[in-house]
């Protein structure tokens, strides 16, 4: 069974631009999170879909955005950049069936802001 | 808020022996899930072990074993006969549900051969 995808791999982007990241789930999987790594911060949650529904977000501000279509796939995009969003940007899917499915990462897509 | 710490940022050790990495949590929820992921370098996460809290017994998983000690809010990993392999940066993560993982800053593990 293929795992979770993520494209692009690697992007360059300069400040004001905005990005759109794609995840792709294992088959089955209806959960789709996203997370956040830099040096600084570490992991921090982006938020969470399900069925095409947000059912959690952290706490990043509005001009962070996600969906997801009714295959599953999940896009997440970033409007207005700033030097900060440079980052390891993962996303990782489950079943969930229940509220705490483990999650299976992707590669992640490596963003960075000029 | 839930908060996840990971006191080692860096640990080594010889290849063929054991280590421990340590995990400690802050919640007052008495439900959750505990989790190691295995970060290697410029390679995606996968995880390494799961423990229920509500589970008396630490999980297992061939050379790697956790140490839960609920009362303490403790969770660390044992990796037994260390490979080349293991080395990567490990990350203690928990959760009590809505697929949102909380995670510590994470302990790169060096294996010296």
């Known amino acids: 069974k293929a795992g979770v995808t993520q494209t692009p791999r690697y992007l360059i982007k300069t400040r004001g631009q905005q990005v759109t990241l794609s995840c792709s789930p294992i088959s089955g999987h209806r959960s789709v999170s996203w997370y956040q790594q830099t040096p600084g911060q570490g992991l921090q949650f982006l938020f969470e879909?399900?069925?095409?529904?947000?059912?959690n977000k952290g706490n990043f501000p509005g001009r962070f955005s996600g969906r997801q279509f009714s295959n599953s796939r999940s896009e997440m995009n970033v409007s207005t950049l700033e030097l900060g969003d440079s980052a390891l940007y993962l996303c990782?899917?489950?079943?969930?069936?229940?509220?705490?499915?483990?999650?299976?990462f992707g590669p992640g897509t490596r963003l960075t802001v000029l | 808020a839930q908060t996840v710490t990971q006191s080692q940022p860096e640990m080594s050790v010889q290849e063929a022996e054991t280590v421990t990495l340590s995990c400690t949590y802050d919640?007052?929820?008495?439900?959750?899930?505990l989790f190691w992921y295995k970060q290697p370098p410029s390679r995606q996460m996968i995880l390494v072990i799961r423990?229920?809290?509500?589970?008396?017994q630490n999980a297992t998983e061939n050379r790697f074993s956790v140490n839960f000690q609920k009362a303490a809010k403790s969770f660390s990993l044992k990796i037994s006969d260390s490979q080349l392999g293991d080395a990567a940066m490990y990350f203690c993560?928990?959760?009590?549900?809505?697929?949102?993982?909380?995670f510590g800053q994470g302990t790169r593990l060096t294996i010296n051969p």
């Open positions: 919640t007052s929820e008495s439900d959750y899930y």
């Open positions: 423990q229920e809290a509500y589970k008396q």
């Open positions: 990782a899917s489950s079943f969930a069936d229940s509220s705490t499915d483990t999650q299976y």
């Open positions: 993560a928990y959760t009590m549900g809505a697929q949102k993982l909380v």
């Open positions: 879909y399900f069925s095409e529904t947000q059912r």
